[in-house]
């Protein structure tokens, strides 16, 4: 892969990205502090806990693809998902910090988007690569929060077109 087609693909991937977010910040937001404990299974995250694991890995991955290294420090995992202590905190942190990440991952170079990164050994790929990936895993925790929401009381935000909720 050449710089210039590393540059294309950031900048698909950013904007695809970009698109995401608002339907993301809708469902996170759809969380209410009174039931954010709710779990459909004892083996199951909590609302929260799969809130608050959105908000900072997808911020986490995005910091990777830009040091050009996977690191994953259990401590500090902890310690940023424990600095919310409201939902309203986490979404105003992932409002402020996501579109930020993102503009410095449309920042990099050609030869940043292509320097092979190690995902904890078990592949590698140029950096640019990765932005599907953290597309892919932030999608799949929203879906798995979305249907969370009417069974904690919440109703389901519009997504990719209209809900049953915002349908009248």
């Known amino acids: 892969m050449t710089g210039e087609q590393a540059t294309?693909?950031?900048e698909q991937m950013v904007a695809?990205?970009?698109g995401e977010f608002p339907a993301t910040c809708k469902v996170l937001a759809a969380v209410?502090?009174?039931t954010r404990d709710y779990r459909p299974d004892p083996k199951s995250r909590t609302a929260w806990?799969?809130?608050t694991h959105i908000a900072t890995a997808d911020i986490w991955f995005l910091d990777s693809i830009i040091s050009g290294q996977f690191?994953?420090?259990p401590a500090a995992a902890k310690a940023a998902e424990a600095q919310f202590t409201t939902v309203a905190d986490v979404v105003a942190s992932y409002e402020k910090a996501f579109p930020a990440r993102l503009q410095q991952v449309k920042a990099m170079s050609g030869d940043e988007l292509t320097r092979t990164v190690d995902?904890?050994?078990m592949f590698q790929?140029?950096?640019v690569g990765f932005l599907g990936m953290t597309n892919n895993h932030s999608v799949h925790h929203r879906g798995q929060l979305a249907a969370?929401?009417?069974a904690l009381g919440s109703k389901v935000p519009d997504i990719y077109g209209p809900s049953g909720d915002s349908e009248k």
């Open 125 to 127: 790929k140029p950096a």
């Open 119 to 121: 995902f904890f050994g």
């Open 148 to 150: 969370y929401l009417r």
């Open 49 to 51: 806990e799969v809130a």
């Open 32 to 34: 209410k502090d009174g």
């Open 71 to 73: 690191v994953f420090d």
């Open 16 to 18: 695809l990205m970009q």
């Open 8 to 10: 294309f693909l950031a």
